[in-house]
């Protein structure tokens, strides 16, 4: 969905300590605000504003309501030399799954791979977060989780699976690591979220209202159910990282997990799964690279089919993304920047938003 002409632009360096002293503010201690919203701007940057800081408010609802932990007590259930079974308290999902990923690190540079299975986890963001820190280890990072079902299996209309997003991220040497980061669904829910935040009409293909019927109405397509990609294969997909994730792990699965959205009654109980995998434990790092190179190379300099100008890698517009939004300040529509304002407000923070704004 392309931006509005309206969206306006937050100032990069602005907006990461705004951010972070809403969710002090909501509770977070200071560390896990800060992945937090390092999370968030990271989608903003990358250009994945759906699960950008559009998700502040959500957020700070869930704590408010108690149904996010602000101390969340993450143990390790189960251990072994390359695996281990997180119980995730509840907290934060970038707090959790970080610190995942991050022990999975730590494994892999004894045992060669490590992976991890996580139960009691929240909305965990974009899963590229956790895969990109991976492959800069030089590392291949992996990393999936469930969510509430909000899609229906194909040939259904009933929503029993979640979007169920899944990323990898490969090292490269002269070029950017490759990253692939998809939802299990022709397109991201929260893309559906954010459309209605900004009462804008969604692309006709990307959901169906509660009766099956296509819909390009954002509110109706929310009470339906969003498709999956490649129609079977998708679906396919996303049941198994509901596997993977959620029944492996002893969370929540299918209609059996919590909304994040207008939800003031339940946890989550989302799971996540987890893999690292020391490339050095295999074949020497820079050969590897090298190679991951030259496949990117071979790749680019194939021939384009009629009308495409370049043929792109998994995450090179990401990348592009990122640059250009460091430099001229992350979109916002109307709905997220009256969000923000409402929070400042809620907070009595003494911050300007409109400070923040990156000018013309």
């Known amino acids: 969905m392309t931006q509005s002409d ?62 996010v932990a ?4 993450i143990k390790v259930i ?23 990923m991050r022990m999975c690190m730590e494994k892999a540079r004894t045992s060669g791979i490590a992976m991890c299975s996580v139960r009691a986890g929240t909305h965990f963001g974009i899963a590229s ?37 899944f990323s990898m991220s490969v090292p490269a040497g002269k070029h950017c690591p490759l990253v ?29 209202d509660q009766l099956g019927h296509p819909t390009t109405d954002a509110t109706e397509a929310l009470k339906g159910s969003v498709l999956p990609f490649g129609e079977h294969k998708g679906y396919g997909i996303a049941l198994m990282i509901d596997i993977l994730s959620g029944i492996l792990s002893g969370a929540g699965y299918g209609s059996h997990l919590g909304p994040l959205w207008n939800n003031a009654e ?8 987890l893999l690292a995998i020391d490339i050095a434990s295999f074949r020497a790092i820079e050969e590897f690279k090298s190679q991951i190179d030259q496949m990117i190379d071979e790749i680019k300099a194939s021939k384009p089919a009629p009308q495409v100008d370049e043929i ?16 001229h300040g992350i979109a916002v ?28």
């Open 70 to 73: 602000t101390a969340p007590a």
């Open 333 to 360: 529509g109307s709905g997220v920047l009256h969000d923000l304002e409402s929070l400042r407000r809620e907070f009595d923070l003494d911050t300007d938003l409109a400070a923040l704004l990156h000018s013309a």
């Open 312 to 327: 792109l890698v998994p995450g090179e517009i990401e990348f592009r993304n990122e640059e250009y939004n460091r430099k």
């Open 6 to 67: 309206c969206d306006q632009r937050l100032r990069v360096e602005a907006a990461y300590p705004f951010v972070q002293r809403i969710f002090v503010a909501a509770g977070l201690p200071k560390a896990d605000a800060a992945v937090v919203a390092d999370n968030l701007l990271q989608a903003d940057l990358r250009g994945h504003s759906s699960h950008g800081i559009s998700r502040v408010r959500v957020y700070c609802n869930r704590i408010r309501d108690g149904f």
């Open 266 to 273: 339940s946890y989550q109980n989302l799971g996540f799964f």
């Open 129 to 165: 977060y956790y895969t990109m820190q991976a492959a800069a280890e030089d590392m291949i990072g992996y990393a999936c989780s469930n969510a509430p079902a909000t899609m229906a299996p194909w040939g259904g209309i009933t929503p029993m699976l979640g979007t169920n997003p």
């Open 78 to 100: 189960n251990e072994t030399p390359a695996a281990f079974h997180l119980d995730g308290g509840h907290g934060m999902g970038a707090v959790v799954a970080d610190r995942a």
């Open 180 to 208: 692939f980061d998809s939802a299990s669904s022709i397109v991201a829910r929260g893309k559906i979220n954010l459309a209605e935040i900004e009462d804008r009409p969604i692309p006709l293909g990307w959901a169906i």
